[in-house]
């Protein structure tokens, strides 16, 4: 790699990033039922109806894991802690196993000198609170308050950092709108009622994580630049209202107590009766906000009903995700979140990586120089975001290890070590080994 640690300011911290469902093995260890095991057992809805029920088998093999880790010479990780492990029906009575796997994970990251940052919800609802009609029904704010008690009543002590939801634009647009995720609805009314929840659940843990006493909380917003695809006005407007709902409706809420009126031209009559009232809540202060970013979209004008935009890419190269690799949307997204949302609030890169077609070399060795280059182009944006100020504290790869990618299975590949899904063998790839080379320099 180009980068070295020494190229960033002293604290800076680098880690890998992970979650529960993608590596766990949710078949183990008394973990209830969840959404994501009903949307992968309908036809249709993921490639070969994969599921989470082994993964990459963490459950079992998590030493080997936080071995590894410690190998790249990370100083944090960022896993998320699912709720139907610790609470198999989502509320009542919790799964001890489920508790102790999360005390054994914090102590062995301590042990190894890693700090341990924490997500409480990456994706993985409990299938009886899906009955009761999960991000859609309020009560989920309480249900998942409770839940973060439960769990930050177990490990809080110890964790360094804690968010509550992972990406609120996937929990409430892609599943929702799109049906793209779990629960995998196309419902208007669903998506503006979940959209605002999922921001609810967020400040009502933010709350129960201060009465514990915990200190670095932290919101997860993923990001997706927008750009129009052509110059008509209309297709300016249609990128606009993209940005909006994807990327401002949750920073604007979280930061501002407030939704863009050109989210709410469509949501608004959507919306559950008095969410104005709710913004003191949502708003509760955190201490620093991540940004998850991958990729921008090219929108054009469609002239369908709202939201009016069809997506599509350029020419830059892609991954195997088909998302075009620009670098520069990391910079504008740093800069234009300090700027309009968040200050002097540290900022931190909670995600950011790619999608490749990985095989195993006949010496037994995983080349991907471009997974390298990747992640050299995108620590250079963060270099110029700090350069120009922005208080960047941190960046963390997508991801520590192949993995279970929700709706396309095991085909693609993000992982710094490559697993086989056969034998569940891990082997560090090249960029495995070219970060943790850079890290010590
Ligand atoms: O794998 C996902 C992760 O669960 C959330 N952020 C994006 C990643 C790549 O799609």
């Not at 949710?26 to 599921?51: I, K, L, S």
């Not at 609802?125 to 309020?138: E, K, Q, T, Y």
């Not at 700027?339 to 991907?368: C, F, I, K, Q, R």
């Amino acid at each position: 790699m180009k980068m070295s640690r020494s190229d960033f300011p002293d604290g800076f911290l680098f880690g890998a990033a992970t979650s529960s469902y993608q590596i766990e093995g949710h078949a183990e260890g008394g973990a209830g039922r969840t959404h994501w095991d009903d949307f992968a057992a309908t036809p249709g809805n993921v490639v070969r109806a994969e599921n989470g029920a082994r993964a990459c088998d963490h459950y079992n093999r998590l030493d080997e894991d936080l071995d590894l880790l410690a190998g790249l010479g990370v100083d944090v990780y960022r896993f998320s802690t699912s709720w139907a492990r610790v609470l198999p029906e989502g509320r009542g009575t919790p799964n001890g196993e489920g508790l102790d796997f999360y005390d054994r994970l914090v102590d062995g990251l301590l042990q190894r000198g890693i700090k341990p940052a924490v997500t409480l919800y990456h994706w993985e609802l409990p299938s009886p609170l899906a009955d009761l009609g999960g991000w859609r029904n309020r009560d989920i704010a309480d249900w998942f308050a409770d839940f973060a008690e439960v769990i930050m009543g177990r490990i809080g002590d110890r964790v360094w950092s804690a968010a509550p939801i992972n990406e609120p634009w996937c929990v409430g647009w892609l599943s929702h709108f799109e049906g793209a995720h779990a629960p995998g609805l196309r419902d208007i009314r669903a998506t503006a009622r979940a959209m605002h929840h999922v921001l609810l659940a967020h400040g009502r843990a933010i709350q129960v994580m201060r009465g514990l006493r915990m200190g670095n909380l932290g919101a997860v917003c993923n990001l997706e630049w927008a750009a129009p695809a052509d110059e008509s006005d209309a297709s300016r407007r249609a990128a606009e209202r993209y940005d909006a709902i994807y990327n401002r409706f949750f920073l604007g809420g979280l930061f501002k107590g407030a939704y863009p009126d050109i989210a709410l031209e469509g949501l608004g009559p959507h919306m559950p009766d008095n969410w104005q009232d709710d913004f003191p809540t949502i708003t509760a202060p955190v201490d620093w906000c991540g940004l998850n970013y991958y990729t921008r979209k090219l929108i054009a004008h469609n002239p369908g009903p709202w939201p009016g935009y069809a997506e599509t890419t350029g020419d830059l190269p892609q991954t195997t995700m088909g998302w075009e690799i620009y670098p520069d949307g990391l910079y504008d997204f740093l800069t234009r979140t300090r700027n309009d949302y968040t200050g002097d609030l540290p900022l931190y890169v909670t995600e950011n990586g790619m999608s490749a077609d990985d095989t195993l070399a006949p010496d037994g060795t995983v080349p991907d120089p471009f997974r390298t280059d990747y992640l050299d182009m995108h620590l250079g944006a963060v270099q110029r975001a700090i350069a120009d100020c922005v208080p960047v504290r941190g960046y963390y790869c997508w991801s520590l290890m192949d993995n279970y990618e929700w709706a396309l299975g095991y085909e693609k590949r993000f992982g710094l070590i490559h697993v086989d899904f056969e034998t569940l063998k891990r082997t560090p790839k090249a960029s495995y080994h070219a970060l943790a080379a850079a890290l010590s320099r």
